[in-house]
């Protein structure tokens, strides 16, 4: 029964990782998609030209998911905690 619950929670903390790293992965590549359209429309083959606004898009969502990731990381770790004698012995 620990293999199990052991396994289990390593999958939800996989899947954890994943949602809150997916929001600034999307913001980052829409961004960089949009950005890439413009420099290509204008011609304007500036290398530096993505980093500014993917860096300020990524600020403005983090801050916006910090309240939501911060509840879903306290909620795994009070599992977490609360498994970890059963998984253990």
Same mark, same amino acid.
């Given at each position: 029964? /620990?293999?199990?619950?052991?396994?289990?929670?390593?999958?939800?903390?996989?899947?954890?990782?994943?949602?809150?790293?997916?929001?600034?992965?999307?913001?980052?590549?829409?961004? /960089?998609?949009?950005?890439?359209?413009?420099?290509?429309?204008?011609?304007?083959?500036?290398?530096?030209?993505?980093?500014?606004?993917?860096?300020?898009?990524?600020?403005?969502?983090?801050?916006?998911?910090?309240?939501?990731?911060?509840?879903?990381?306290?909620?795994?770790?009070?599992?977490?905690?609360?498994?970890?004698?059963?998984?253990? /012995?």
């Amino acid at each position: 029964m /620990g293999a199990v619950l052991a396994a289990e929670l390593i999958r939800k903390a996989v899947m954890l990782t994943l949602m809150a790293s997916a929001p600034l992965l999307v913001a980052a590549l829409v961004v /960089g998609l949009l950005v890439t359209l413009l420099q290509a429309v204008t011609q304007l083959q500036e290398q530096t030209l993505t980093f500014l606004p993917k860096l300020v898009t990524m600020a403005v969502i983090f801050v916006m998911v910090l309240p939501w990731l911060i509840r879903q990381l306290t909620e795994f770790l009070v599992v977490a905690l609360q498994t970890l004698p059963t998984v253990g /012995g």
